[in-house]
């Protein structure tokens, strides 16, 4: 049985009439009644009454018409699931984000893109950078929204920039520091530092540890890590350290009582920042990344 045994035995059940209905599937009315036959010999029950003058449809052919009716509609519809599927226009994908991000403007992002997009289904995974990096090399996202990495470099992954972001320095209110409008890398440089990174990772690999080194000059003490951004605040509002964060991550936080954010600047006066892009596998097919990463650069969606 198939697709266009069903065609057919549609065709002749709303005609009842197997030359009518050859004509309008454009067949022959002996391939017709072949064809039903078939169909009917697959099912094991006869579907039509054949008279000399009329043909009717049989107790089993009035329930076969209406299953028949539903399976042709639902292939249709898979059908053009299938090709909105391949353009992009429908499906899913799975987007990671590094952990603080959801401070930023993302939300407003995922909802202009889902309005762009009401057929793509969207799944959203949270964690850390290299986290998120494992996550792309197996499948376990489509696409990332990530800070560049100092420490690692991806060259076999696709990129999108989409802006650099200020940095910051988090500092409790008591802070000798607490007062100043701007700071630089150096003016840290005897701090204790809490960072947010896996507790395996090596304080080498750190990317505060990097990021210190190359534009301060210094190796930072670690006082302790977090893996969560709002435990990394709790601990820098209790005075047990310093921290160094991307604008997005404390956005919400700069009228806080128990927190001082002051932006960091480099010797030169410019203000010290961080790129931030999209990255995918090259290999991966899912249409729905090229719709994003389009949707991205024409809407010049910035957080």
Not at 19 to 24: G, H, V
Not at 30 to 38: E, F, G, R, V
Not at 95 to 122: D, H
Not at 137 to 153: A, K, S, W
Request: aromatic share 10%; with cysteine.
């Amino acid at each position: 049985m198939n697709l266009n045994q069903l065609t057919y035995f549609v065709a002749a059940a709303e005609t009842l009439n197997f030359t009518r209905a050859a004509e309008k599937c454009f067949i022959s009315q002996t391939a017709m009644s072949l064809q039903i036959k078939a169909l009917e010999n697959k099912v094991g029950v006869p579907l039509f009454i054949r008279g000399s003058h009329r043909v009717e449809l049989t107790a089993a052919g009035r329930v076969f018409y209406r299953e028949a009716l539903a399976i042709l509609e639902r292939s249709e519809e898979a059908l053009k699931l299938a090709q909105t599927a391949a353009e992009g226009i429908s499906g899913s994908i799975t987007i990671g984000y590094v952990k603080g991000y959801e401070q930023s403007n993302f939300s407003e992002t995922l909802r202009a893109f889902r309005n762009a997009f009401p057929l793509i289904e969207v799944r959203l995974l949270r964690d850390n950078m290299g986290a998120l990096y494992q996550a792309l090399q197996n499948g376990g996202c489509d696409i990332m929204f990530n800070l560049v990495p100092h420490v690692m470099e991806f060259p076999h992954l696709s990129h999108q920039y989409l802006k650099d972001f200020p940095v910051m320095a988090i500092l409790w209110p008591g802070h000798p520091l607490a007062s100043r409008r701007r700071l630089t890398y150096r003016d840290l440089k005897n701090e204790d530092f809490i960072i947010m990174q896996p507790k395996d990772r090596a304080n080498t690999e750190a990317e505060e540890v990097i990021v210190c080194h190359k534009r301060g000059g210094f190796i930072p003490r670690i006082a302790a890590r977090e893996k969560e951004s709002e435990a990394l605040l709790l601990m820098v509002s209790a005075g047990f350290g310093v921290a160094i964060m991307p604008e997005y991550c404390v956005r919400w936080f700069s009228h806080s009582k128990n927190l001082r954010i002051i932006p960091l600047y480099t010797e030169g006066g410019e203000a010290e920042t961080m790129p931030f892009e999209m990255c995918w596998m090259p290999e991966n097919d899912n249409p729905a990344i090229g719709q994003l990463c389009r949707f991205m650069r024409e809407n010049k969606r910035t957080e």
